[in-house]
RNA sequence: GCACUCGUAGCUUAACGGAUAAAGCAGCAGCCUUCGAAGCUGUUGAUAGGGGUUCGAUUCCCUUCGAGUGCACCA
């Protein structure tokens, strides 16, 4: 029963020809609810004609499916689904009853880890840790609603040269300073890249490598105060915590052991006083895994990272969700994991385009022209109170503020995840903010619109399901089957903009719905109950899909 | 130079190798004595150029042009 339609129909299709096939959604709904190719194939193989193929199929398959659904064959080979009416309603009623529909079990015993947001300490998060918050918390959520175990780790990038500028510029101009703010080391990071020599940050880097006790005082500090900042922030940005907070530094003990032992091995080499990982059989530049100085780099504690997570885990899949610009860095830790036979798990890098500013420049730390993720959320839920002030004048103060930060940050969560991940993103106010149409705040309004004519109905009886003959309301029923597929894609695909769209398409049908027809008017009361439930199935759906992308819905907004 | 990611309507974006390329914004034309107009209905408008594979190509391959991102001691 939990059996999506197309599942179901593949199977039916297997029994009855063998082969394979893809159920794909019509492009109108006059040539019926899904359609198969499978006839194409079976043309080929047999060398006849599509059609002909597909008027043989269809004197086999009619049978087997006419308890739910009904064949055309079109002229060009397509074979078209029906969904029976009957069928739809009593599906509507299974769903209605099945508060997880939805979910499923498909992952039930195996682990995904989930890697994600990884800020740097000592500097504050920015707009460009938001992709990889957002994405990877719904991807987290989406595999969790899959039955999947899974695993949030915050890879915290609490260790490199990069540490060694904030504490360079933090004796520079900062020593003695008594309450050091994420802003301040911000400052020191910046200033230091700009006034100070290179080496000087390299060599306060060296020493805290070293275990000099004055800056592994100070890294601990930096660090303290970050990660109180950035709890501070995922709370207001709504993010599930994470389970694992686990950063590079934890990983700085076995790096020496690891490269010797990939050096007496021989699978690592010197090359230019650097120890080197060749690639060249993956078509790749060498991996470095120590500088010539001695320093370990990203490549080499991302290797320690991997085989603590498979060992200590045993997930069957990884997910890094990580900027586009890492893609050459992921594709040589796989190699080097390939040759080491780290193997048992599936290594996926996540990637997903950059956030760019409206000159459709990069927002880059280094110039000091970064945008801090704070100030823009912020900016959003103050912008979002006044649209709410505007629309909605009874909203209480309190209640208006709750609403605005609803809003504000289902806008930003909701704008980023309807495109797709390799899409750049350009940070634009007005696009940002526009919450008509495919919006964050649509999808919000059209659930509050349900919940209340579903209030102010003050029944929960199911009505008599065989009264809902509409073609709106047929279709909405229809849709509500597509609801688990469009949830298995993403964990399929890596990406939520299906589960987005899925929600938009399903929100429109539902606005068009109860603008169409008067659902708490009805003098038949049987058929009004029965639209009641439709109504609460529908809203029920929308809540759970925008829950898994991490978007807030409120009954009256 | 090499590698990766791309190029779809005026703008921002969709499309698991499938049928007449789908939306939002902007524009135009309608809809508020009735469940919330943050809404609904209708409408104008596009696959960068050229080859190829396929019954079928926005999707795969080659090529030209254009954009972005990487490419040995940052992360």
Redesign the pocket.
């Known amino acids: 029963m939990n059996a999506s339609i197309k599942e179901i129909l593949k199977d039916e299709i297997r029994s009855a020809s063998g082969h394979e096939a893809?159920?794909?959604?019509?492009?109108?709904a006059?040539?019926?609810d899904?359609?198969?190719?499978i006839a194409?194939?079976i043309?080929?193989e047999q060398k006849k004609k599509?059609v002909d193929a597909a008027t043989e199929l269809n004197a086999v398959l009619e049978s087997r499916v006419a308890s739910f659904a009904s064949i055309q064959v079109?002229?060009?080979?397509?074979?078209?689904f029906f969904l029976k009416p009957e069928f739809l309603r009593q599906r509507l009623g299974e769903i209605a009853a099945d508060e997880k529909y939805g979910t499923s079990t498909q992952g039930a015993g195996k682990t995904v880890i989930v890697e994600y947001s990884?800020p740097?300490i000592a500097k504050p998060m920015h707009i460009g840790h938001l992709r990889s918050t957002i994405i990877g918390d719904a991807l987290a959520n989406i595999h969790e609603a899959l039955g999947y175990h899974v695993i949030r780790w915050n890879y915290i990038?609490d260790?490199?040269?990069?540490?060694g500028k904030v504490i360079a510029g933090y004796k520079k101009w900062g020593k003695g300073k008594s309450d050091i703010a994420m802003s301040d080391m911000l400052e020191w990071y910046v200033r230091a890249g700009k006034e100070l020599p290179?080496e000087e940050g390299?060599k306060e880097?060296k020493k805290l490598e070293d275990g000099d006790p004055e800056n592994r005082e100070l890294w601990e500090k930096f660090n303290r105060i970050s990660l109180e900042g950035l709890k501070e922030t995922y709370q207001l940005l709504g993010t599930t915590g994470f389970d694992v907070y686990k950063g590079?530094a934890a990983y700085e003990p076995q790096l020496k052991t690891i490269t010797e032992e990939l050096e007496k091995e021989g699978k690592a080499k010197e090359?230019?006083?650097?120890l080197?990982f060749d690639l060249e059989k993956y078509?790749?530049?060498?991996g470095?895994l120590?500088?010539?100085?001695g320093?370990?780099?990203?490549?080499?504690?991302d290797l320690a990272s991997l085989r603590d997570r498979l060992q200590n885990y045993a997930p069957a899949e990884i997910l890094y969700v990580v900027?586009?610009?890492?893609?050459?860095?992921f594709?040589q830790l796989f190699a080097i994991a390939r040759e080491l036979h780290f193997t048992g798990a599936g290594l996926v890098h996540v990637?997903f385009?950059?956030v760019?500013g409206e000159d459709?420049?990069?927002l880059a730390t280094r110039e000091g022209k970064v945008v801090p993720l704070q100030e823009v959320m912020d900016k959003i839920i103050s912008l979002?109170e006044t649209?709410?002030k505007?629309?909605?004048p009874d909203?209480s103060g309190e209640d208006r503020a709750r609403?605005a930060r609803a809003?504000g940050i289902g806008a930003l969560k909701y704008?980023d995840l309807?495109?797709?991940?390799?899409?750049?993103?350009?940070f634009?106010w007005?696009?940002m903010l526009?919450?008509?149409?495919?919006?964050g705040?649509?999808l919000?309004?059209?659930y509050?619109?349900l919940?209340?004519?579903s209030?102010?109905?003050g029944t929960m009886e199911t009505g008599d399901l065989a009264l809902l003959s509409e073609p709106i309301e047929q279709k909405l029923m229809k849709q509500l089957l597509g609801f688990p597929d469009a949830v298995g894609?993403c964990a399929q695909?890596h990406?939520l903009?299906?589960l987005a769209?899925y929600l938009?398409?399903l929100?429109?049908?539902a606005?068009?719905?109860?603008?169409?027809?008067?659902?708490?008017?009805?003098e038949n009361g049987s058929r009004k109950n029965a639209r009641l439930t439709l109504i609460r199935t529908v809203a029920r759906t929308l809540q759970m899909g925008l829950k898994l992308l991490g978007i807030e819905t409120?009954?009256?907004?």
């Open positions: 893809d159920i794909l959604p019509t492009p109108d006059t040539l019926g899904y359609s198969t190719n194409f194939l043309a080929k599509p079109a002229p060009n080979g397509f074979l078209n990884s740097n990038g260790w490199g040269t990069q540490f290179d390299q880097f590079e090359s230019e006083g650097a080197i078509h790749l530049p060498p470095l120590r500088k010539s100085d320093a370990t780099l990203y490549l080499t504690r900027a586009n610009q890492q893609a050459l860095h594709e990637k385009g950059m760019l459709g420049k990069k979002a649209i709410v505007e629309k909605n909203l609403v809003v704008n309807k495109q797709h991940p390799y899409s750049d993103i350009v634009d007005d696009a526009d919450l008509s149409g495919n919006s705040a649509y919000q309004y059209t509050a619109r919940a209340n004519i209030a102010k109905a894609r695909t990406a903009n299906g769209l938009y398409e929100a429109a049908a606005s068009n719905f109860y603008e169409t027809v008067r659902v708490l008017d009805d409120l009954d009256r907004i």
